[in-house]
């Protein structure tokens, strides 16, 4: 069974402060990761990552994969009060996606 | 820029009761998935669907559960004889194509509350 840990589940920081999101897991043919940010509502997507190595940038946010050691991370920069979200890690099986917990981001002023 | 739209946002209905729950795709897309999200867990995958027909469905999705593409522009969730624990919130996602690489479209989510 396909498995995704993201950690921590749960981080409260003040704006400015810089942090890193973890996700890791041991899925089947795996062929991409993808990183959702889910305010209110619908996860929005951010990243897809592919290869190793590669960094994904956009804005203040970051993310990178590493298929070796199975884990992607998701960096976020001076961070504000907007970026207060949680943040899903998901997977592609067949066309479904299978979603890791979250980590439910707080940004307190 | 064309997004996925859901209704209604928010249905409260009593207990054995059915639903329908509508999503528009993004117009080009071919490939339409529900999920869900209970209150605090994770979000699920219940269904996918391409080319008027079911692809994939997870085991939540049983015989209480159909969809259907009446129309071009329209997905629709019916679930018939409600229970306490299908109270979620339901996602419709879309997608232009299938497979590893695609990047799925979320509508906004239509919140479930069966009493």
């Known amino acids: 069974e396909d498995k995704v840990v993201q950690s921590p589940l749960s981080l409260v920081v003040h704006e400015g402060d810089t942090v890193t999101l973890n996700c890791s897991y041991e899925v089947t043919n795996f062929r991409s990761l993808l990183w959702y940010k889910q305010e209110k509502k619908a996860p929005t997507f951010l990243f897809m990552l592919t290869s190793s190595g590669i960094e994904k940038k956009s804005g203040r946010l970051s993310s990178i994969l590493d298929k070796k050691e199975l884990f992607s991370i998701l960096n976020i920069t001076a961070t504000q009060t907007g970026d207060s979200a949680i943040y899903l890690c998901?997977?592609?099986?067949?066309?479904?996606?299978?979603f890791g917990k979250g980590t439910r981001l707080s940004v307190i002023a | 820029e064309p997004e996925v739209t859901q209704t209604p946002s928010h249905q409260v209905t009593q207990m054995g009761q059915e639903v329908i729950l509508r999503c528009v795709p993004i117009?080009?897309?071919?490939?339409f998935y529900w999920y869900r999200q209970i209150l605090g867990q994770k979000v699920e995958f219940l269904v996918s669907?391409?080319?008027?027909?079911?692809?994939?469905k997870s085991e939540i999705f049983d015989d209480q559960f159909s969809v259907e593409r009446p129309d071009g522009s329209n997905f629709t969730l019916k679930i018939r004889s409600t229970k306490l624990e299908d109270s979620a919130m339901y996602f419709c996602?879309?997608?232009?194509?299938?497979?590893?690489?695609?990047?799925?479209?979320f509508g906004p989510g239509t919140r479930l509350t069966v009493l």
């Open positions: 669907f391409y080319n008027n027909e079911i692809s994939e």
């Open positions: 117009s080009n897309h071919l490939y």
């Open positions: 998901a997977f592609p099986g067949n066309t479904p996606l299978v």
């Open positions: 996602a879309s997608s232009t194509t299938g497979g590893e690489y695609n990047e799925q479209f």
